[in-house]
């Protein structure tokens, strides 16, 4: 509900999981003294930076398991979602890695909705080594670029997508560790400009979707 800009209300949790407002309740009130919530009887319920980590780690197992089920084993989109949700919880961290790898880093659900990138702290998904044992994780989160406000400067810390992705971005000057200002944003899915390296360049909204930034 935070991702669509709605207020999480018990009313509404409970209206969208089919369980009652008591037992929502009780469940949120557990969340907010294990930290992962800020629960305010009568006012809602916001994540705290845990429960987004938490959040975003069970997002990105089950949106991943849906697009394996439905691009890879042709399953029907109207039935992935449950089924997504009964395995997310036994999808181990090398597992998720390793499917993502073979998916070939999809951006997106079946539904469209983005699959949260992960928390290793890699440049970018070609130098990904899925298998490693304790991989180093960020310290930060990080955003897409299109996030930024105009005028808004960023360093570039991870770029997403296979080697053809990275190596055009590289091209264009693009590389990681570089400092941005993000200069317009086109509507409709336009466009994003950017000033890189002192020179301002135009990036289609796709490829733009695949550099995340830590802001300024």
Known sequence: MEEEHKPATTTEIAKRLGFSAPSVTEMLQRLAQEGYVLYEPYKGVTLTNDGHRAAKKITRKHRLLEHFLHNLLNIRK???HQQA???EHALSDEAENNLCKMLGHPDTCPDGKPIPICDRDVKDCVTCQPTADNPKLRSKPLAPLCSLRPKQRAIIRFIRGGRTAVQRLNDLG???????ELRNRAPLGGP???????SSLAI????ASKIYVEAC
């Open 85 to 87: 949700c009964e395995m």
């Open 204 to 207: 289609g909204r796709g490829l």
């Open 174 to 180: 693009v590389t990681t560790g570089s400092q941005i």
């Open 78 to 80: 109207n039935s992935v």
């Open 192 to 198: 994003v400009e950017i000033i890189v390296r002192g």
